[in-house]
């Protein structure tokens, strides 16, 4: 609708973006550093996303589909690549031959299916321990790839944020097919895959949940930044006295009288009932909690100690990924990506 300002936003920090892709780029070392943009670049926009990343000097994207691929083809560019991590289906040769997205081929399908149409330069992904995409590394990768023009070789870590032996296992297996497959490049690492050290790094790094201000594993606290700040809207101010209860089922009865805003957000927008009980927003450094439960449009959050917030004020949605994660039971993953479509997007 033309005009029209929604009750909800998210506020995006376009420094701490650049600020988190150049922490990466220097923990990848002599890697180059690229940007899972998938998922409609975390949910954040993708082509907002890629335009700053390749202006500060990434140079390589990650989308899932060919659908996300043409999103984003406006903006490639000499030097700028774009690789499909599903590969390419039938469906989508027509697009991919006149693409310059590269498919990233999985199956021994759809190598034969780009060879046989003359793809030309394309990636492979290997699966080593995930059991997802890729072709088996106990395979013939060799064989299965001869002839192919490969720009990356890569894999994925099933495990990076954890302390496991399986992430040694797949590198050494992934250094096995290296061995007997030429390829310009060969890739391992996503963002926890970073933080693991050089023995991951390779030739190119694939981050994702760390560009964002998601916090893979511990080594990145405290040098990645938040980049995604949620904002609502108070639509009604009220008054809880107390043995009112309030919200679906009634699952919170006020023991004292309250003060409360009513929020335009809910479980429609990506804050799930998890945050029922346990969410907050943040005023001046006060952390006000939602009480009752979370709906399909709303929130009610106690804003008793704030007897200046009114009809009509803005306030911030307490959403730091790695505590909002526990206290929700969701993903630093799921909390990106689930953010609506009824958010503004409000870049700095």
Known sequence: MHGYIAPLRLRLDGDALISNWRWLTAQSGGAACGAAIKADGYGLGAAEVMARLIRAGCRDFFVSNWGEAAAVEHLLEDGIALSVLHGVREEDMAQALGARARPVLSTPMQVARWRAAGGGVCDVMVDTGMNRLGLDWRDDVA??????????????????????????????????????????????????GICLGSDYRFDLTRPGLALYGGIPRAQADGHIRAVVQPQAQVLQRRRLIAGDSIGYNAIFTAERNHEVAILNLGYADGYLRGFSGRGAVLI?????????????????????????????????????LPEAARLSSLSQYELLTGLGARFDRVWN
């Open 143 to 192: 064989a299965v790839t001869e002839g192919l023009e490969i720009a990356t070789l890569m894999s994925h870590l099933a495990s990076a944020d954890e302390d496991v032996p399986l992430n040694d296992t797949q590198r050494e297996r992934f250094v096995g097919i290296m061995g007997t497959v030429s390829a310009a490049r060969y890739s391992l690492a996503n963002s926890a």
């Open 284 to 320: 001046d450094g006060e952390r006000l909690p939602v009480l009752g439960r979370v709906s399909m449009d709303l929130i009610a959050v106690d804003v008793s100690l704030r007897a200046d917030v009114a009809e009509g004020d803005w306030l911030t949605i307490d959403y730091a």
